[in-house]
């Protein structure tokens, strides 16, 4: 495991305000203008340096309105998709998520940008390990990288306030309901080629669900294809 940070540094030189004012212009034109509204993810989606979180190649595209290349056939989500999720958490400072699919790390950057206690789990060992190296210089310390497969959840850090999944499951896996809080919510991808994003709500008495808007990410991969074979 590799502890990693709570706020971060972006561009250095004279780059750095041109990067500020593309991420002030992303947050206006792409998050806020679709109906984002939680202050502690706009804060964040302004701090966290998203273009350290790209292939140098695709640098310059960092605040475009795309998802982008991240190496080993894997994405970084839109910035839209990344402010959405995470206001859909409904989480804040000191509050603890397990997220499935690390990837370049800005998911969890941004998280715990917001003072989030987050505990990342990825798949393939190159992006695992580039992300914790990167998250631990960039100097996010609340943000704890795991290299493996991420069906199975972090148990011991279990219950989370809420669980992110960035790679998409045909059927939602049961180890990750069971490590939510009561009140929690699970924000993931479900579906083959046609997909939801969808909020999965722990309740006293069990789990409630609601579907979003449709998206298309990655397939899930590891144990879960086993389980839906």
Same mark, same amino acid.
């Given at each position: 495991? #590799?502890?990693?940070g709570?706020?971060?540094?972006?561009?250095?030189?004279?780059?750095?305000?041109?990067?500020?004012?593309?991420?002030?212009?992303?947050?206006?034109e792409?998050?806020? !203008?679709?109906? #984002?509204?939680?202050?502690?993810?706009?804060?964040?989606?302004?701090?966290?340096?998203?273009?350290?979180?790209?292939?140098?190649?695709?640098?310059?595209?960092?605040?475009?309105?795309?998802? $982008?290349?991240?190496?080993?056939?894997?994405?970084?989500?839109?910035?839209y998709? #990344?402010?959405?999720?995470?206001? $859909?958490? *409904?989480?804040?400072?000191?509050?603890?998520? $397990?997220?499935?699919?690390t990837?370049?790390?800005?998911?969890? !950057?941004?998280l715990?940008?917001m003072?989030?206690?987050?505990?990342?789990?990825?798949?393939?060992?190159?992006?695992?390990?580039?992300?914790?190296?990167?998250?631990?210089?960039?100097g996010?310390?609340?943000?704890?990288?795991?290299?493996g497969?991420?069906?199975?959840?972090?148990?011991?850090?279990?219950?989370?306030?809420?669980?992110?999944v960035?790679?998409?499951? *045909?059927?939602?896996?049961?180890?990750?309901?069971?490590?939510?809080?009561v009140?929690g919510?699970m924000?993931?991808? #479900?579906?083959?080629?046609?997909?939801? $994003?969808?909020?999965?709500?722990?309740?006293p008495?069990?789990?409630?669900?609601?579907?979003?808007?449709?998206?298309?990410?990655?397939p899930?991969?590891?144990?879960? *294809?086993?389980?839906?074979?």
């Amino acid at each position: 495991m #590799v502890a990693c940070g709570a706020s971060g540094k972006g561009g250095t030189g004279k780059r750095a305000s041109e990067w500020a004012k593309q991420r002030d212009s992303m947050v206006r034109e792409q998050i806020e !203008a679709r109906g #984002v509204r939680d202050p502690k993810v706009l804060a964040a989606m302004r701090l966290v340096p998203r273009e350290q979180f790209v292939p140098p190649s695709v640098r310059d595209h960092a605040y475009a309105d795309r998802p $982008l290349p991240i190496g080993d056939g894997q994405t970084i989500s839109q910035p839209y998709i #990344v402010a959405l999720m995470t206001e $859909l958490l *409904e989480v804040g400072p000191g509050d603890k998520v $397990l997220e499935i699919g690390t990837g370049s790390g800005y998911q969890g !950057a941004v998280l715990g940008a917001m003072g989030v206690n987050v505990y990342t789990i990825e798949i393939r060992p190159t992006l695992c390990h580039e992300a914790a190296k990167r998250l631990e210089r960039l100097g996010y310390t609340r943000v704890h990288v795991r290299c493996g497969d991420g069906y199975g959840g972090w148990p011991d850090e279990a219950p989370f306030d809420g669980i992110i999944v960035t790679a998409a499951p *045909e059927k939602i896996p049961a180890p990750l309901l069971a490590q939510l809080k009561v009140g929690g919510h699970m924000v993931i991808p #479900v579906g083959a080629f046609y997909q939801e $994003l969808k909020v999965i709500t722990r309740t006293p008495t069990g789990f409630t669900q609601k579907s979003v808007v449709p998206v298309r990410f990655v397939p899930m991969t590891g144990e879960i *294809e086993h389980q839906q074979g």
